[in-house]
């Protein structure tokens, strides 16, 4: 009945996470049945942060993570892995301390399906694991459909890296191998995508990367908007520090991208077609496969939830936490998913053990770092209200800011990705 080709393992997993070796891929554990069972499928910031509130706060409720991935790489300071500010391995998460010491079983595999009924999730090297309450966090897809030419394949020659890992690794290697006096073409997506400054924050990391080591190189960003989050705040970062090098075109001059071409390395809009030494194309985007599998999503391919708990609109016994919701006015961030996940837990834990239920109450921040000791921040809190999550304050740096405000703004980012991936993987 739930017979997996080959085809349908690869787009379920995505392409960032197949170097998964057989080998280590462990059998889920047999739960007792005393206990309530929490599942999870996706181990990010969503999907691990619930897992561990969840373990942390109640012993008698198991909870496994369903997760193929050994590894993670953030998504988040991957662009300061292309500007030269980290490594790799300084963004690369292992599971091992939420199984060591909160207990959690992390199941080294895929969920291909859902069966919301009889409620199982089915993975993909075969079985099923019982829940009394699911996690559906899958994190982002690609809608390579959008852009003619483009595709799972296209995207190792025209990397989108907005899935961190290998994706990254590709685009770091092309910009290196990039002659001084290339042309790097960057197309942002269409709202709503994952993280809305990540495209500008990337823009000024690869022109720190060209500046420093390819100065005579240029940057064309073919947006799919005509404006963007904290737009002064980057168009003067650009100015300031990358005088001549980028040039940014909006879709109300373009048309936006229509299609790519990855053996000429072109890219064309509606009456031009630009030539790239490297592309980094980010395509239209949509919840992961498997929520759409589990009946999760509506037409706009995104999983509507209850604002006061997370909970799926579609189905009462589970919850969609991070990028794949519909999260009203929260971007799609680490920080948001952070911050859902501990409110999901909290009404999990009502329902397993009866414990008390708060209100919701969310926080997200975003800095990007827009040049060496240069960050800006752009953030809110938020409520869980009636019909959705509504916005209760708000801030964003200034332009014209102090040099040693932006160093303390670059300094409290670093601090807050030690905090955030300490408080996601224990
Ligand atoms: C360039 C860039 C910069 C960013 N910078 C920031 C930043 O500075 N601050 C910030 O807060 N956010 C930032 N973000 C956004 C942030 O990375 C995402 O919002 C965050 O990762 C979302 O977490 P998630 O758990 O919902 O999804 P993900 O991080 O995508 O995690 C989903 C997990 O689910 C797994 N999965 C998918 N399908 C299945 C399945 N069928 N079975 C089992 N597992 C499955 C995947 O392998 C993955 O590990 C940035 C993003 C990008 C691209």
């Known amino acids: 009945m739930y017979k997996l080709t080959r085809r349908r393992f690869a787009s379920l997993i995505g392409a960032s996470a197949t170097g998964v070796a057989a080998s280590s891929l462990a059998a889920p554990a047999v739960l007792s049945a005393a206990k ?43 662009n300061l892995y292309l500007g030269g500010f980290r490594t790799l391995e300084s963004i690369t998460h292992g599971y091992s301390t939420l199984a060591a010491e909160y207990g959690i079983n992390v199941v080294h595999d895929v969920a291909v399906d859902v069966d919301g009924a009889g409620k199982k999730v089915k993975l993909g090297r075969g079985g099923d694991l019982p829940y009394d309450r699911l996690v ?146 980010i395509p239209a985007q949509k919840a992961g496969v498997i929520a759409e599998r589990a009946g999760l999503t509506a037409d706009n391919g995104w999983c509507p939830i209850d604002p006061s708990s997370m909970r799926s609109k579609m189905n009462e016994d589970t919850f969609v936490v991070g990028d794949a919701s519909v999260a009203s006015a929260m971007p799609k961030s680490a920080f948001s998913a952070n911050s859902q996940a501990k409110v999901a837990a909290n009404a999990i834990l009502a329902d397993l053990t009866g414990s008390k239920k708060f209100p919701a109450k969310y926080r997200n921040t975003c800095w990007s770092l827009v040049a060496t000791s240069d960050g800006v921040k752009v953030g809110a809190d938020y409520a869980g209200g009636e019909e959705k999550i509504d916005v209760t304050s708000k801030f964003i740096s200034k332009t014209g800011e102090a040099a040693d405000l932006r160093a303390q703004t670059a300094e409290e980012a670093n601090g807050w990705y030690e905090g955030i991936t300490k408080d996601i993987f224990g």
């Open 36 to 78: 309530s069972r929490l599942v999870v499928i996706g181990g990010g910031p969503a999907g691990a942060t619930t897992a561990r509130y969840v373990a942390k706060a109640a012993k008698d409720v198991a909870v496994t993570i369903i997760e193929p991935k050994h590894h993670f790489t953030t998504c988040f300071f991957s």
């Open 136 to 281: 559906v966090t899958p994190g982002i897809d690609m809608r390579y459909d959008t852009i003619e030419g483009y595709s799972p394949e296209a995207s190792t020659v025209m990397p989108h890296a907005w899935q961190a890992g290998t994706q990254t690794a590709v685009l770091k290697q092309q910009l290196e191998a990039m002659e001084d006096g290339g042309t790097f073409v960057m197309c942002p997506p269409p709202n709503p995508f994952r993280c809305p400054p990540g495209p500008y924050e990337r823009v000024c990391m690869v022109a720190h990367y060209l500046k420093t080591n390819k100065p005579k190189s240029k940057i064309i960003v073919l947006d799919a908007k005509d404006k963007f989050s904290k737009q002064a705040l980057f168009q003067e970062a650009w100015a300031q520090h990358y005088d001549g090098m980028i040039e940014w075109l909006p879709k109300e001059v373009t048309g936006g991208v229509k299609a790519v071409n990855t053996d000429s390395m072109e890219i064309m809009t509606d009456g031009e077609t630009f030539k790239a030494s490297v592309a980094n194309v």
